[in-house]
């Protein structure tokens, strides 16, 4: 089975980054390769720069993560 990737994320209640604010998940994809991830990334990242609570990652489909 082929590698998917997501990026996740969103506007958080303060810069701990541990609550999301209701409404403001973001789940994007999925991508065939991590450079699509990352581009994807790149574009919400700087779309979200002016919000300093607003944070998104990369994911693998399937790994773990805490």
């Not at 609550?19 to 700087?46: C, F, H, M, S």
Request: with cysteine; aromatic share 12%.
């Amino acid at each position: 089975m082929p590698e998917r990737y997501w990026v996740i994320g969103g506007e958080y209640e303060s810069t701990a980054f541990d609550k999301l604010v209701d409404g403001t998940e973001r789940i994007l994809g999925p991508y065939r390769n991590q450079d699509a991830a990352k581009q994807a990334w790149e574009d919400i990242a700087v779309a979200t720069r002016s919000i300093c609570t607003a944070r998104f990652t990369i994911v693998r489909e399937g790994s773990a993560f805490a």
